[in-house]
């Protein structure tokens, strides 16, 4: 009787378990989504809501339309600077702010900061990291993911007698810093897995592991570069 227990009682642990990992990324997407409109909305809001009627404008039944239409509303907003952006006069309006944010002290070593992450892993440079590798690091038989960035030949190669690659090995879970390491061909071993899933293991510190072998087409690899 006790091991019927026992196991009915396992059945129910695994079963609350499974259940709770199937809600999990859901409630974790409608908590961040909340937080965002909060934010974004909850700060917006007397900015473009400020000559609606009172009634409408402070019904506490009402705040979680205004922060939604707020956050659409800057949404809009930061979508049409990307527009503007690409003529000469918005480039103009752009360089003006960034010497501003530069010029005040303690906010232009964040905003430098922030700018080297968003020009390193956005849109702009998505082909800098062309390849996931393998290499041994910081010792042999100890193997990290790291990303190939360059085969170029230069100094590095002439001083070595030898052609090295350049591999960047990031560090986990916050990828935007690493190492830059050059490593000989020979001691680099090539993946089949994209950049993005690549990068979806290094953030998880190993928990998304892409699959293996592969049962589906999925997208070429981008091609290494050649420089």
Do not use: C
């Not at 939604?68 to 800057?74: A, G, K, M, R, Y």
């Not at 907003?77 to 480039?91: I, P, Q």
């Not at 030898?162 to 090539?190: A, M, R, Y």
């Not at 293991?201 to 699959?211: E, R, T, Y």
Request: aromatic share 10%.
């Amino acid at each position: 009787m006790a091991d019927l227990e026992d196991s009915k009682l396992v059945t129910f642990r695994n079963a609350f378990i499974t259940g709770l990992v199937l809600l999990a990324p859901l409630v974790v997407t409608i908590w961040a989504l909340r937080k965002i409109i909060d934010a974004v909305g909850g700060t917006f809001r007397p900015l473009f809501f400020v000559y609606l009627p009172e009634f409408l404008r402070d019904r506490p039944s009402l705040n979680i339309v205004w922060d939604i239409l707020s956050t659409l509303i800057v949404l809009l907003l930061v979508t049409l600077l990307g527009y503007v952006s690409r003529h000469m006069f918005g480039r103009y309006l752009l360089s003006v702010g960034e010497r501003i944010m530069l010029s005040i002290p303690g906010v232009n070593a964040v905003y430098t900061t922030v700018k080297q992450i968003v020009d390193t892993f956005g849109s702009q440079k998505r082909n800098l990291f062309s390849k996931v590798v393998l290499i041994e690091f910081p010792r042999k038989d100890a193997w990290v993911i790291g990303f190939l960035t360059s085969k170029a030949r230069g100094e590095a190669q002439a001083k070595t007698e030898q052609e090295v690659w350049t591999v960047f090995v990031p560090t986990t879970p916050n990828p935007t810093s690493g190492f830059l390491i050059l490593v000989p061909i020979k001691d680099i071993v090539e993946l089949e897995m994209s950049v993005g899933e690549g990068m979806k293991l290094i953030i998880s510190g190993g928990g998304v592991v892409p699959p293996w072998p592969r049962t589906f087409t999925g997208p070429t690899p981008n091609p290494m570069p050649e420089n």
